[in-house]
T-cell receptor, first 112, second 115 residues
Framework: NAGVTQTPKFRVLKTGQSMTLLCAQDMNHEYMYWYRQDPGMGLRLIHYSVGEGTTAKGEVPDGYNVSRLKKQNFLLGLESAAPSQTSVYFC???????????FGEGSRLTVL | AQTVTQSQPEMSVQEAETVTLSCTYDTSESDYYLFWYKQPPSRQMILVIRQEAYKQQNATENRFSVNFQKAAKSFSLKISDSQLGDAAMYFCAYRTWGSARQLTFGSGTQLTVLP
């Protein structure tokens, strides 16, 4: 009964390094999302996908790339990390017409 | 674009009392969903309650209920008989009736429950 799983949970990077966050869902959901959460700003949408092989930009896409090669996985990449990307990242997925998003536990990323 | 506003960054309530968290939103659409999510210190986002805009009846889930005023674009959350476990950050969210179905979140209200 895993739901949405994010790896890693914590990561510290140096400016300029690259990394990938992996999101996996076992609910056969079509839609998947990456959000970032910063103090006082709620959750902001980075990128999303409406199905395997598709991706689209959200509210704050700059500095990030994504891929959805398999329906169950949604990867978020940082090619050259910057201190402004220090944040908590949430993956989520959804299905059908209810609109409810199911969230992972979050990944805390610190860029020094 | 839709916006969601939570004007109360922090609220507190005495255990067993009732508290209401405010949320307003801006949209030109007539069909949409509204949500309240709870985020305890564990960081997990937990759905508290959901309201469909086409339904006039306010949603309720045990001790949680909403006051949905469509014309005023207001969606407040009432927590009755507050418990220590209710202490968390609460986010109001709007979902557009569209193909992508992403949520737009407010900035959150930090709720403290006093023993």
């Amino acid at each position: 009964n895993a739901g949405v799983t994010q790896t890693p949970k914590f990561r510290v990077l140096k400016t300029g390094q690259s990394m990938t966050l992996l999101c996996a869902q076992d609910m056969n959901h079509e839609y998947m999302y990456w959000y970032r959460q910063d103090p006082g700003m709620g959750l902001r949408l980075i990128h999303y996908s409406v199905g395997e092989g598709t991706t689209a930009k959200g509210e704050v896409p700059d500095g990030y790339n994504v891929s959805r090669l398999k329906k169950q996985n949604f990867l978020l990449g940082l090619e050259s990390a910057a201190p402004s990307q220090t944040s908590v990242y949430f993956c989520a997925s959804s299905y059908g017409s209810t609109g409810e998003l199911f969230f992972g536990e979050g990944s805390r990323l610190t860029v020094l | 674009a839709q916006t969601v506003t939570q004007s109360q960054p922090e609220m507190s309530v005495q255990e067993a009392e009732t508290v209401t968290l405010s949320c307003t939103y801006d949209t030109s659409e007539s069909d949409y969903y509204l949500f309240w999510y709870k985020q305890p210190p564990s960081r997990q986002m937990i759905l508290v309650i959901r309201q469909e805009a086409y339904k006039q009846q306010n949603a309720t889930e045990n001790r949680f209920s909403v006051n949905f005023q469509k014309a005023a674009k207001s969606f407040s959350l009432k927590i009755s008989d507050s418990q220590l476990g209710d202490a968390a950050m609460y986010f109001c969210a709007y979902r557009t009736w569209g193909s992508a179905r992403q949520l737009t979140f407010g900035s959150g209200t930090q709720l403290t429950v006093l023993p």
